[in-house]
């Protein structure tokens, strides 16, 4: 069982495939991520169970692969002041987290403004486009460039985990660009249809970064390769000082739209 530990969660479960019900069950959905390089034992301290249902849990993995047997259960190592289900992000990390916030904003507003919009009119269409320069210049630009650009440069850019991130930004684009087009023909289920594709990849997308990707980064980056990454982030950030402030107005202005018009 110690050895199982060590590799990766993809292998364990392609072994055991039961393993991965088990898992899900305790709210770690390993199986439909696509990155699955995590050991067995990064999944456990990743999620950060708390110590009962990590227990019972690791004692129901040690069951499966290794069925009757008197096993000890292993007891992942973890960091001491790590509290259950709270992770613990460094500060450069902490402003990726932050900037998911706003576009997980825009993300939760898609719903809310499909049902309502209408190409006809010039106002709904410029609403689009300034939806769209929201991703174009915000999530791309600025956020996903600061992931590309500065933090995917300290990992092999082989490795798949980094490979699928970049590739969910390029659909992301992808999406983006059927937008305008069908936007300008006012061809609205096109429209609908895009912008929904895009909420549900970024929504995943950005929960996988949160609970895995960055937390399993942050674990191997040394600490002045997390200083440098900050100060290459503040450079960003100064270069593009206006976009926090005036992206924040625009998300907060349109949650006021609607909120109005649902009352
Ligand atoms: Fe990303
Ligand atoms: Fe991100």
Not at 134 to 145: C, D, L, N, P, W
Not at 164 to 182: G, P
Not at 208 to 218: G, K, T
Request: charged content about 35%; aromatic content about 6%; glycine content about 4%.
């Amino acid at each position: 069982m110690e050895a199982q530990l060590n590799r990766s969660i993809k292998e364990v479960i392609k072994d055991f495939p039961p393993v991965e019900k088990i898992l899900d069950e305790y709210g770690i959905g390993c199986g439909p991520c696509a990155v699955g390089l995590c050991l067995l034992k990064d999944i456990v301290s990743i999620h950060n169970l708390p110590a009962e249902e990590e227990r019972e849990m690791m004692g129901r993995i040690s069951q499966m692969i290794q069925p009757g047997q008197k096993t000890q259960i292993p007891r992942v190592e973890r960091k001491p002041e790590a509290k259950p289900k709270e992770l613990n992000y460094s500060p450069p990390m902490k402003k990726l987290v932050d900037e998911h916030i706003l576009i997980k904003k825009w993300l939760a507003l898609i719903p809310e403004i499909l049902p309502r919009l209408d190409l006809e009119s010039e106002e709904d269409r410029q609403m689009i486009r300034d939806g769209v320069d929201f991703i174009r210049s915000y999530a791309g630009r600025f956020h996903h460039a600061k992931e590309e650009d500065i933090l995917f440069k300290y990992f092999d850019e082989d490795l798949d985990m980094v490979k699928v991130m970049c590739e969910d930004h390029r659909t992301a684009r992808n999406h983006v660009k059927a937008i305008v087009e069908a936007a300008e023909r006012k061809d609205q289920e096109t429209v609908a249809q895009h912008l929904t594709a895009y909420r549900e990849l970024l929504s995943q997308h950005i929960k996988r970064e949160d609970e895995i990707m960055l937390p399993w980064m942050d674990q191997r980056l040394s600490v002045s390769q997390v200083g440098e990454m900050f100060s290459k982030f503040q450079e960003v950030e100064e270069k593009m000082a206006s976009y926090q402030k005036k992206y924040e107005d625009f998300i907060s202005r349109l949650e006021r739209e609607y909120r109005k018009k649902e009352e």
